[in-house]
Structures are given as structure tokens and as C-alpha cells.
């Protein structure tokens, strides 16, 4: 490498982008400068396409199908989804017909690289971010940096405590997301880089059990004065996690404040869950791509190492932005990231946001059952709305909405719509603004430059020694004999094995009956169950009954830490309350150990490493 360019390529969403960070800051770029340094070459960063918002695909619903004007004023009917969304939002992006079918079709989402990638889109998806790249430019890659999963995951009601999908539906959506989708893009991107080595970062908890309740309600409640909000956060903000605000606001103001601390433990709960089931799927991925022969140049995986103490409104260092509040609605928890003036400056229409308030409240006005406005005053109403529509290159809808206001005299229906278009246009431009909440900050970006580096480092020096940890047994093993006592294949290579030598999740498949009812109590509570794995170490296990269950160990443990295998209830001392039937362990989604045993807990040893 010494003597050339190092050159990276940095693909994904708004993690990878460093949404709210300056240039010089973003942890892509802060890694590729290192490893420049540490590899005696010159970082060239041949194409930062990253962008906040990109999911890995496009969502489209071919049985619900829409008319959209083209710009030539024809029409045509295309699936509901994320491209029709596009295009009904930015229309004045599309100067051709072509262009808009183009879209449509899948082939061209060049159009949308207008937008400047501080502001949240889904487009370019991370696919198409891979596909234009010319080939050369691929070619002459050295390392891809890439993420992608959480905007495609759809959890918009993920934690909702009460109303949301079970926690199979999660997991089912997280692993066609994070795991078949992902699999799939990395391949593409094996294709279009066939000499570089490709990092995949993973994703980290936005908040934890660490999380100051008090803040968080504080802030249910500022957003609660939002409910457009909710409207527009399909692709702001990270991991999708900020969707549990609403309704735990809307069920906070029925119930009251102490109503609100339980929903607020219960989705932090549901957040942990889905966190490590994104972790899971993640690795799993990367750990099958490896398997299947990408060796040279090869993938790794890296665990960013957010702890619980980083996440936001926690005790330690924050590691996130916490700013939810625009400019000018007070100091505390306001949005002050160093992207905030670029941003708000390129957001498309915001200089019509007044404008757009204004509006609505008009519009709240005529959808009021009567008495209506006086006549002058109506028509006065009118004629401000009538202006807007002109003002306003988007979204198509609105304009539509807002023309039948007008050609109806103000019916009250219509103002309904139309205001609800307004509050959602509004929405998209004030999420905008606070685009960087939940983002990795300066400190959190650091993290993950670090990281990257130090994988990388694991990645080029590999060893047979790095996998058992250069410590001698009492009885000397082989290595075939050493992978074999883990539960790994020694026949499918070296490489495949060692890429295990750091263990970024343990899962657990329990089969566990309690042997005590105790009716009205959640048996994950009553029953806590700890996987432990050497003397030093155990692990509470989330969700044991009937799932997998998930340890996210921070990318921290290295194989040969596991040095013994372990299930206990609570303290391991007392009767049984409940009976294991089988338990399969799986290392960076690898099965490496399974029995059907049949033993009641307390305590239950196992043989493993054997």
C-alpha cells in the first residue's frame, strides 16, 4: 500500500453519512485518514455516497396503485410506496417524463442526489448507491465502508407498549431487513468491488435502561405538541426508535405521568429487543458472507461499542446528539450540531414554513363547524391559500388539497385534508431541522472510528494466535482441536473460524417451562435466567421462553474468554422453578453447541467448550 492512495469508498445511511457532524468529523472519514496513516498512504475517499435516510431497498405495494401527473401533464398509475412518496414531494426535481419513469421503474434515482444528503430521503437507496458507481472506480477500490438496515426495518410502532407488533413480527421484519436484504446487498457490492475490503458497521442503542426517565418524558411531552411529527419519521430518525414517542404521548395524556414511566420502561424494553435482534441478524450476515468464501479481500464486522451509559439522556458520555428542540423553542435539549445552519438552509421549502403555519391555521378555521368566516374574510382566506398553492413547488398532493379548498368556497372536508397535508409538510421540515437526534456526536463518531480501525487491524494480521489467544492449555490442543471444542468446523477454513475470534453477540435458543404459575407476573421477570461463561462472567439473557435470545456483548469478549458453559435462576441456589428441555448457543449467529437435555434450574452445567 505504501506509496499510493488508499482508496474508500463510504456507503449507507445517516450513521454512515455522520448526520449533523462537520466534514472532518464524520467517523468514516476519520478512519480512513488513520488507516492512510497507519498504511503509509494518502486517503482518498473516491466517493462518499452515503446519505441520511437511505434504506437498503425501496418499498413498493404493487396491489395499491396511484395516479401521478408526469411532467408533461399525461398521467399513469405506479405502485403506492417510497417512490411515489418521492414524487409527490419533490416534483419539481422531475423535468422529464423519462426521468419520472425512469424512477419509477427502479433504474434512475440520480434525480434525488439534489437534495443534499444532510436532509433525510430515502433516495438513493444504498443499493442504487452501489449500482452507480462506475465500474472502474469499484475496481480501483481498496476498502468499502457500509451500513444499512434500520430505515427498511418499518418499526413504526415497534414500541408501542400496548398496540405495537408482537416480538416475533419485530424479529421477523428486523431479519428480512438486516439479514436477507443485507445479504444481498453485500454481494452486489462484492460485484462492484472485487479488490477491496468491505466493513460493515453495525448500529448501537439510542437509549437504555440508563436513560434518564425524567428527560425522556420532558421530552414525550414537547413532542406530544408535535403530532405531525409523527407523520415524518419514516427515515429521520436513527433506528426508527423515535416512533415510540407518540404513542406513549398520546397514551401519557389519557393516563397521566406515572401512566407514562411504565410505557416508557416497557419500550425501553421493546427497544433493547430490537436492538439486539438487529445485532443478531447483522453479524449473522456478515458471519454467512464470510462462509461462503469471501475471504480475499474479505469482510468484517464492527461492533461500534456503545454501552448503556452512552445512550441518550444516560449517565456516562453521551455519545449522541441530544438535541430535539429547533432553534428558538428554548436552550434545554435544543439541536446545536455543527450541520444545523447548512441544513436548515437546503432543506427543500423551508423558507415557506411561516407561510405553511400560517395555513394551518386557516385551514383549522374552515374545517370548524360553523358559524363560517364572514363572507370578505372568507374570501380574503381563500385568496391567502390560493397564493400559497402558487408559491409552493410541492408536494403535488398539497397543491391538490389546497386547489379544492379554493375551488369549493372553503368546504369544511376539504379543509380537514388540506390541513392535514399542511401538517405534514410542516413536519418534514421541522424533523429536518432536529435530523441529527439520536445521531452519534463528535465523541460518539470517535467510537466508531476507532473501531473501524482497530478491526481492520484484526483483519489484516488474523491468526491462528489471535483466535486461541496465545495461552497454553494445560493438554496442548491442535488448532483442529481447538476450533472442534468450540463448536467450529475446522473444514471450512481458517478464516471462516477466526472471524469468530471476537464474539459480537451470543444468542441462546431455550426451550424453558416454569414449573411455578404465579399468575399476572411477566415469567421473564419472575424467572431471570443468566447464561454464564466463565467464572468472571454472566450475561442476563432477554426474552429466554420459547425465542432466541440475545447478548449484545459490546464486541469485548473474545473466543477463548468462553471457558465454560452455565444456565442459572436468579442466585443458582434454591428449588427448581422451572425446567429446561433443550438449549442451543450460537456465536455471531453460528450454532456451536446444542442438546436436548432435560434439567430443572437452579444451576445446569453444560460441556463447552468440550
Same mark, same amino acid.
Given at each position: 500500500?505504501?506509496?499510493?492512495?488508499?482508496?474508500?469508498?463510504? *456507503?449507507?445511511?445517516?450513521?454512515?453519512?455522520?448526520?449533523?457532524?462537520?466534514?472532518?468529523?464524520?467517523?468514516?472519514?476519520?478512519?480512513?485518514?488513520?488507516? !492512510?496513516?497507519?498504511?503509509?498512504?494518502?486517503?482518498?475517499? &473516491?466517493?462518499? /455516497?452515503?446519505?441520511?435516510?437511505?434504506?437498503?431497498?425501496?418499498? !413498493?405495494?404493487?396491489?395499491?396503485?396511484?395516479?401521478?401527473?408526469?411532467?408533461?401533464?399525461?398521467?399513469?398509475?405506479?405502485?403506492?410506496?417510497?417512490?411515489? $412518496?418521492?414524487?409527490?414531494? #419533490?416534483?419539481?426535481?422531475?423535468?422529464?417524463?423519462?426521468?419520472?419513469?425512469?424512477?419509477?421503474?427502479?433504474?434512475?434515482?440520480?434525480?434525488?442526489?439534489?437534495?443534499?444528503?444532510?436532509?433525510?430521503?430515502?433516495?438513493?437507496?444504498?443499493? %442504487?448507491? +452501489?449500482?452507480? *458507481?462506475?465500474?472502474?472506480?469499484?475496481?480501483?477500490?481498496?476498502?468499502?465502508?457500509?451500513?444499512?438496515?434500520?430505515?427498511?426495518?418499518?418499526?413504526?410502532? $415497534?414500541?408501542?407498549?400496548?398496540?405495537?407488533?408482537?416480538?416475533?413480527?419485530?424479529?421477523?421484519?428486523?431479519?428480512?431487513?438486516?439479514? &436477507?436484504?443485507?445479504?444481498?446487498?453485500?454481494?452486489?457490492?462484492?460485484?462492484?468491488?472485487?479488490?477491496?475490503?468491505?466493513? $460493515?458497521?453495525?448500529?448501537?442503542?439510542?437509549?437504555?435502561?440508563?436513560?434518564?426517565?425524567?428527560?425522556?418524558?420532558?421530552?414525550?411531552?414537547?413532542?406530544?405538541?408535535?403530532?405531525?411529527?409523527?407523520?415524518?419519521?419514516?427515515? +429521520?430518525?436513527?433506528?426508527?426508535?423515535?416512533?415510540?414517542?407518540?404513542?406513549? =404521548?398520546?397514551?401519557?395524556?389519557?393516563?397521566? &405521568?406515572?401512566?407514562?414511566?411504565?410505557?416508557?420502561?416497557?419500550?425501553?424494553?421493546?427497544?433493547?429487543?430490537?436492538?439486539?435482534?438487529?445485532? #443478531?441478524?447483522?453479524?449473522?450476515?456478515?458471519?454467512?458472507?464470510?462462509?461462503?468464501?469471501?475471504? %480475499?479481500?474479505?469482510?468484517?464486522? $464492527?461492533?461500534?461499542?456503545?454501552?448503556?451509559?452512552?445512550?441518550?439522556?444516560?449517565?456516562?458520555?453521551?455519545?449522541?446528539?441530544?438535541?430535539?428542540?429547533? @432553534?428558538?423553542?428554548?436552550?434545554?435539549?435544543?439541536?446545536?450540531?455543527?450541520?444545523?445552519?447548512?441544513?436548515?438552509?437546503?432543506?427543500?421549502?423551508?423558507?415557506?414554513?411561516?407561510?405553511?403555519?400560517?395555513?394551518?391555521?386557516?385551514?383549522?378555521?374552515?374545517?370548524?363547524?360553523? @358559524?363560517?368566516?364572514?363572507?370578505?374574510? /372568507?374570501?380574503?382566506?381563500?385568496?391567502?391559500?390560493?397564493?400559497?398553492?402558487?408559491?409552493?413547488?410541492?408536494?403535488?398532493?398539497? %397543491?391538490?388539497?389546497?386547489?379544492?379548498?379554493?375551488?369549493s368556497g372553503g368546504d369544511r372536508a376539504a379543509a380537514a385534508t388540506a390541513r392535514t397535508g399542511v401538517s405534514a409538510e410542516?413536519?418534514?421540515?421541522?424533523?429536518?431541522? +432536529?435530523?441529527?437526534?439520536?445521531?452519534?456526536?463528535?465523541?460518539?463518531?470517535?467510537?466508531?472510528?476507532?473501531?473501524?480501525?482497530?478491526?481492520?487491524?484484526?483483519?489484516?494480521?488474523?491468526?491462528? %494466535?489471535?483466535? +486461541?489467544?496465545?495461552?497454553?492449555?494445560?493438554?496442548?490442543?491442535?488448532?483442529?482441536?481447538?476450533?472442534?471444542?468450540?463448536?467450529?468446523?475446522p473444514a471450512a477454513g481458517l478464516a471462516a473460524a477466526i472471524q469468530h475470534a471476537v464474539v459480537d453477540v451470543l444468542t441462546?435458543?431455550?426451550?424453558?417451562?416454569?414449573?411455578?404459575?404465579?399468575?399476572?407476573?411477566?415469567?421473564?421477570?419472575?424467572?431471570?435466567?443468566?447464561?454464564?461463561?466463565?467464572?468472571?462472567?454472566?450475561?442476563? *439473557?432477554?426474552?429466554?421462553?420459547?425465542? *432466541?435470545?440475545?447478548?449484545? &456483548?459490546?464486541?469485548?469478549?473474545?473466543?477463548?474468554?468462553?471457558?465454560?458453559?452455565?444456565?442459572?435462576?436468579?442466585?443458582?441456589?434454591?428449588?427448581? =422453578?422451572?425446567?429446561?428441555?433443550?438449549?442451543?448457543?450460537?456465536?455471531?449467529?453460528?450454532?456451536? #453447541?446444542?442438546?436436548?437435555?432435560?434439567?430443572?434450574?437452579?444451576?445446569?452445567?453444560?460441556?463447552?467448550?468440550?
Amino acid at each position: 500500500m505504501a506509496g499510493r492512495e488508499l482508496r474508500v469508498a463510504v *456507503l449507507g445511511d445517516s450513521a454512515m453519512w455522520g448526520q449533523g457532524l462537520a466534514t472532518e468529523d464524520k467517523f468514516a472519514l476519520l478512519a480512513a485518514r488513520r488507516l !492512510a496513516d497507519e498504511l503509509d498512504a494518502g486517503p482518498l475517499v &473516491t466517493r462518499m /455516497l452515503a446519505r441520511s435516510g437511505a434504506k437498503l431497498r425501496a418499498t !413498493a405495494d404493487s396491489r395499491s396503485r396511484l395516479t401521478v401527473r408526469l411532467p408533461s401533464g399525461t398521467t399513469r398509475r405506479v405502485a403506492a410506496g417510497d417512490r411515489h $412518496v418521492f414524487y409527490d414531494t #419533490y416534483p419539481a426535481l422531475f423535468g422529464t417524463d423519462r426521468q419520472a419513469l425512469d424512477f419509477f421503474a427502479g433504474r434512475d434515482e440520480d434525480v434525488a442526489r439534489r437534495i443534499f444528503a444532510e436532509v433525510p430521503s430515502t433516495f438513493p437507496t444504498i443499493g %442504487r448507491q +452501489i449500482a452507480d *458507481l462506475p465500474a472502474a472506480v469499484g475496481a480501483a477500490t481498496d476498502l468499502v465502508i457500509i451500513d444499512g438496515s434500520v430505515n427498511d426495518v418499518g418499526l413504526q410502532a $415497534v414500541l408501542d407498549p400496548l398496540d405495537g407488533p408482537s416480538l416475533d413480527e419485530i424479529d421477523a421484519a428486523i431479519e428480512a431487513a438486516a439479514f &436477507t436484504e443485507l445479504k444481498a446487498v453485500l454481494a452486489e457490492a462484492r460485484n462492484k468491488f472485487p479488490a477491496a475490503v468491505i466493513a $460493515v458497521t453495525g448500529y448501537y442503542p439510542p437509549f437504555s435502561a440508563k436513560s434518564d426517565r425524567s428527560r425522556m418524558a420532558d421530552m414525550f411531552r414537547f413532542m406530544s405538541e408535535r403530532p405531525g411529527w409523527q407523520l415524518w419519521l419514516n427515515d +429521520i430518525l436513527t433506528s426508527g426508535f423515535s416512533r415510540l414517542f407518540f404513542p406513549l =404521548v398520546l397514551l401519557g395524556e389519557l393516563f397521566g &405521568t406515572e401512566d407514562i414511566d411504565a410505557l416508557v420502561t416497557e419500550a425501553i424494553r421493546r427497544a433493547a429487543f430490537a436492538h439486539t435482534r438487529g445485532l #443478531y441478524w447483522l453479524r449473522r450476515a456478515v458471519a454467512e458472507r464470510v462462509e461462503a468464501g469471501d475471504r %480475499r479481500p474479505g469482510v468484517y464486522f $464492527v461492533h461500534p461499542g456503545f454501552r448503556p451509559e452512552n445512550a441518550l439522556f444516560a449517565t456516562g458520555t453521551a455519545f449522541l446528539h441530544e438535541g430535539y428542540r429547533p @432553534p428558538g423553542e428554548g436552550d434545554s435539549d435544543g439541536v446545536r450540531d455543527a450541520a444545523l445552519a447548512d441544513r436548515q438552509a437546503r432543506i427543500p421549502r423551508r423558507a415557506h414554513l411561516s407561510a405553511l403555519r400560517d395555513a394551518r391555521g386557516l385551514l383549522t378555521i374552515l374545517a370548524l363547524v360553523p @358559524p363560517r368566516p364572514p363572507i370578505g374574510d /372568507l374570501s380574503e382566506l381563500l385568496r391567502g391559500l390560493s397564493e400559497l398553492r402558487e408559491r409552493l413547488d410541492g408536494p403535488a398532493s398539497l %397543491r391538490d388539497r389546497l386547489a379544492e379548498v379554493v375551488a369549493s368556497g372553503g368546504d369544511r372536508a376539504a379543509a380537514a385534508t388540506a390541513r392535514t397535508g399542511v401538517s405534514a409538510e410542516i413536519a418534514r421540515i421541522e424533523v429536518a431541522v +432536529i435530523a441529527s437526534f439520536l445521531h452519534p456526536n463528535e465523541r460518539g463518531a470517535r467510537r466508531y472510528a476507532d473501531r473501524i480501525v482497530a478491526r481492520h487491524a484484526r483483519h489484516r494480521t488474523q491468526s491462528v %494466535r489471535d483466535l +486461541i489467544g496465545g495461552t497454553a492449555p494445560s493438554a496442548p490442543l491442535s488448532t483442529r482441536d481447538f476450533l472442534r471444542s468450540y463448536g467450529l468446523d475446522p473444514a471450512a477454513g481458517l478464516a471462516a473460524a477466526i472471524q469468530h475470534a471476537v464474539v459480537d453477540v451470543l444468542t441462546v435458543e431455550l426451550d424453558l417451562t416454569p414449573l411455578i404459575a404465579l399468575p399476572g407476573l411477566d415469567p421473564d421477570i419472575a424467572f431471570p435466567v443468566f447464561l454464564r461463561i466463565s467464572p468472571e462472567r454472566r450475561f442476563r *439473557l432477554d426474552h429466554p421462553f420459547g425465542r *432466541l435470545s440475545v447478548v449484545d &456483548t459490546f464486541g469485548d469478549l473474545r473466543l477463548h474468554d468462553i471457558t465454560a458453559l452455565a444456565l442459572e435462576l436468579g442466585d443458582g441456589d434454591g428449588p427448581d =422453578v422451572a425446567r429446561m428441555s433443550s438449549l442451543r448457543l450460537r456465536i455471531n449467529g453460528r450454532q456451536v #453447541y446444542a442438546t436436548s437435555r432435560t434439567a430443572g434450574l437452579g444451576t445446569v452445567k453444560f460441556d463447552y467448550p468440550g
